[in-house]
């Protein structure tokens, strides 16, 4: 899962645009997708880092729930960015599955 954090942040540098129709139009797309990409590569790599595992699962944590309502936003519009409704709700769902990860992850490293 965390190789997986950090292709998903190489990837908001590889393709920004890719990112534009989940980010809502108010907020300044191109700056979103660079700094969650790289907070999400950080995040990915500090994983593999003794002594920094701990602090990364909890970062992860952070952004997952931080990311779960633009998730809710595009399942709720009648055109998600996810292309259809069934494919952002699923989504939605990964979305927990990715949080109760982070939090599994963050608790593991505390004992």
Do not use: C
């Amino acid at each position: 899962m965390s190789a997986m954090l950090i292709f998903a942040g190489f990837f908001h540098f590889y393709k920004p645009k890719f990112y534009n129709p989940i980010i809502p139009d108010f907020l300044p797309k191109l700056v979103i997708t660079y700094v969650s990409g790289l907070v999400e590569l950080m995040l990915g790599i500090g994983l593999f880092i003794n002594g920094y595992k701990s602090i990364s699962a909890y970062g992860i944590f952070i952004l997952m729930l931080v990311f779960l309502p633009i998730h809710i936003w595009d399942a709720t519009r009648e055109k998600p960015a996810m292309k259809t409704k069934k494919i952002a709700y699923i989504r939605i769902l990964i979305q927990f599955l990715l949080i109760a990860w982070a939090w599994f992850l963050y608790q593991n490293e505390l004992t």
